[in-house]
């Protein structure tokens, strides 16, 4: 008898918690996601690191052994310059000096990968002035293309989700939950295939040193504005057509961008990622929403009493051949 009365209290806790405990599994799962990536870069790349490293170390030792007159602190000082300078966009290689990183074309695409807050770092501003710029710039641009990408992604998936959705739950008859998951699906190949797959076999083949995945890695790492910044386009030294190759790129960023969130507007649109997402989000109590709708209801009602005897005494001042009385000559005439 105890033992099913303390399994019943324990089972209504755990339903009257039910969002808490949710919420406590996601962010123990989320940290556990951390870790598990931490250690499997960790255990991947930490080997190439340190080869690379004693690679460096033996490059360096040789030209130091056959250019005598030259000693560390004079190459380390070169090296730290010539490191600093690379971090700003600038090589010291004869064959990359050609490219600017700050004319139109490279310009407009750093704009666009500020307000994408996409932001690869292979070119930052230089001068204080760009600095203070680029902050003013993207406290207004970010915003600005929030709302810009939202816009334009409402009026897009109203004719790519909605409607046809729709269309096929009411001709055809089908379910509307199942039309809502095949029609994400597809959409999504779609998406994949034109923003993915087909540009990074374009990509393989305009830049000289990508292969497949290298481009592959590249549309996803923009396209989910991660940007890490280790591949950018149109940087070789004997890139043909430069300009027009940037302003394709950006324009991909932007299309790309936008694709990407009609699909995650049409997944998270799915009845049954919905109810998954509701599981984590804090319940209102019903006597708050009932306050509020015993609220609504009386401003409403007032209102629109209100309303009415202002349409009333506007109808009566309005009237021809109407003169208004006061109470009391009513009661005098009455008492007559």
């Not at 990536?37 to 790349?45: P, Y």
């Not at 690679?55 to 030792?61: P, S, Y």
């Not at 149109?234 to 300009?243: C, S, V």
């Amino acid at each position: 008898m105890l033992q099913s009365l303390a399994g019943s209290s324990c089972v209504r806790l755990v339903e009257q918690h039910r969002s808490a405990w949710c919420f406590a599994l996601l962010v123990l799962g989320y940290l556990l996601y951390l870790v598990f990536g931490a250690v499997v870069f960790s255990s991947v790349e930490l080997p190439y690191e340190d080869l690379l490293r004693q690679e460096l170390g033996k490059l360096k030792q040789r030209f130091l052994e056959d250019h005598a007159c030259l000693s560390e602190q004079q190459l380390e000082e070169f090296l730290m310059r010539v490191l600093e300078a690379s971090n700003y966009g600038v090589s010291v290689l004869s064959n990359a000096s050609g490219n600017w990183n700050w004319d139109f074309t490279s310009s407009l695409f750093f704009a666009s990968t500020v307000l994408s807050t996409t932001g690869y770092g292979h070119t930052v501003p230089l001068s204080d002035g760009g600095k203070a710029f680029c902050i003013i710039y993207s406290v207004i641009g970010i915003p600005f293309t929030l709302l810009f990408l939202t816009a334009v992604v409402q009026r897009i998936i109203v004719y790519v989700t909605r409607r046809p959705v729709l269309y096929f739950h009411i001709r055809w008859g089908f379910s509307k939950q199942v039309v809502a998951i095949i029609h994400a699906v597809v959409l999504g190949f779609i998406t994949v295939s034109c923003f993915f797959l087909i540009p990074a076999a374009i990509f393989s083949v305009l830049e000289d040193n990508w292969n497949f995945l290298e481009s592959f890695y590249f549309c996803f790492i923009s396209l989910s504005t991660i940007g890490l910044g280790d591949y950018v386009p149109g940087e070789g030294y004997n890139q043909k057509f430069r300009e027009l190759y940037k302003i394709g790129i950006t324009c991909y960023l932007l299309l790309g961008l936008i694709a990407m969130l009609v699909v995650l507007e049409t997944f998270c649109e799915l009845h049954e990622l919905k109810k998954f997402r509701k599981l984590f989000y804090v319940k209102k109590d019903k006597e708050e929403d009932q306050e509020q709708i015993l609220e609504h209801d009386q401003l409403s009602f007032s209102s629109i009493s209100d309303q009415a005897a202002s349409m009333k005494d506007d109808q009566k001042a309005n009237e021809p051949f109407v003169t208004s009385q006061s109470p009391t000559s009513n009661d005098s005439s009455l008492n007559n």
